[in-house]
């Protein structure tokens, strides 16, 4: 008769942690499996919806493509145009549309490249008004050095020296100083001229001596400038409020006939038929 082995039998702790693992996975596997199914049925729900709307979509779809059919063919029937005829419409209005659109984006290029080409130009003219600026500065510093160096001479009347031309052009760049008014004239012997606001005759000529002899008619009044010479300030007075004018004569072009000119004030009158020179 055998013995039997009646030792309770016992467990390592190792078999029990792998037993304990095994269940803490199934357990996991589980929860894992019922959260899957609950996405996928709310996949699937959503799934559901989304044929059902685009099967609404493609009813609608079908219906508006009924209704256009047939407002097409009412439109043809109306204009007495085919459906081919229709499309070819429909295609030349879109490439009408689509040519209108590039000539638009043409032309704000366009535009685009005006509006550059006038700010370099604007650029270009503020260079070209300081030059400007610099220039009439230049021309003003030559005209003060040209006025100093015109020759002064005493007039036969006031104690104070006259600034005289000599020539036309010193002439103009006294006009330019533009503190009197100046009437350049030709003289005739024998002949009576208006100059200005009075009148003058020629009376006679020395052609050897450069003098000449003038009268100046001026406020009913006679006044005879004899034996002068060229470049000399003649004075005389002029006027309701009587003021210094001055004849002075530059060439004596031959026996007969001389030529110069009458500086009056600025504020002097002038004649209505006669502006000065420069006016």
């Known amino acids: 008769m055998s013995e039997v082995d009646e030792t309770p039998r016992t467990y390592s702790g ?10 803490l996975a199934a357990l996991g596997g589980l929860i894992w499996c019922y959260t899957l199914g609950g996405r996928l049925a709310t996949q699937q729900q959503e799934l559901t919806d989304a044929r059902q709307q685009n099967v609404k979509l493609a009813a609608e779809l079908r219906e508006t493509d009924a209704r ?21 419409r429909a295609a030349a209005l879109m490439q009408r549309e689509q040519a209108d659109s590039q000539r638009l984006q043409a032309a704000q290029q366009q535009t ?14 503020k260079t070209d008004v300081g030059g400007v600026k610099t220039d009439l500065t230049h021309t003003q510093s030559d005209l003060a050095t040209a006025v100093t160096q015109l020759q002064s001479i005493r007039g036969d009347l006031s104690s104070t020296n006259s600034v005289i031309a000599r020539n036309h052009d010193e002439l103009v760049t006294l006009e330019h100083k533009g503190d009197r008014n100046f009437y350049e ?19 006679k000529v020395d052609t050897k001596k450069n003098t000449f002899t003038l009268v100046v008619y001026s406020d009913d ?17 002029s006027g309701k409020d009587p003021m210094l004018f001055e004849v002075v004569v530059n060439t004596i072009k031959s026996k007969n006939e001389v030529t110069g000119y009458l500086s009056t004030p ?7 038929t006669a502006a000065p020179n420069g006016q």
């Open 14 to 23: 190792a078999f029990l942690a792998v037993l304990a693992a095994s269940l």
């Open 68 to 88: 256009l059919r047939v407002a097409t063919d009412e439109l043809g029937k109306s204009l007495g145009l085919t459906q081919k005829q229709l499309d070819q």
């Open 112 to 125: 685009s490249q005006q509006v550059s080409a006038v700010a370099s130009d604007v650029s270009s003219v």
């Open 185 to 203: 004239f030709s003289l005739t012997k024998g002949q009576r001229k208006p100059v200005g606001t009075v009148s003058m005759e020629l009376k």
């Open 221 to 237: 009044k006679a006044v005879q400038k004899k034996d002068r010479g060229l470049d000399e300030p003649l004075q005389f007075y």
């Open 266 to 272: 600025k504020s002097a009158p002038v004649p209505p």
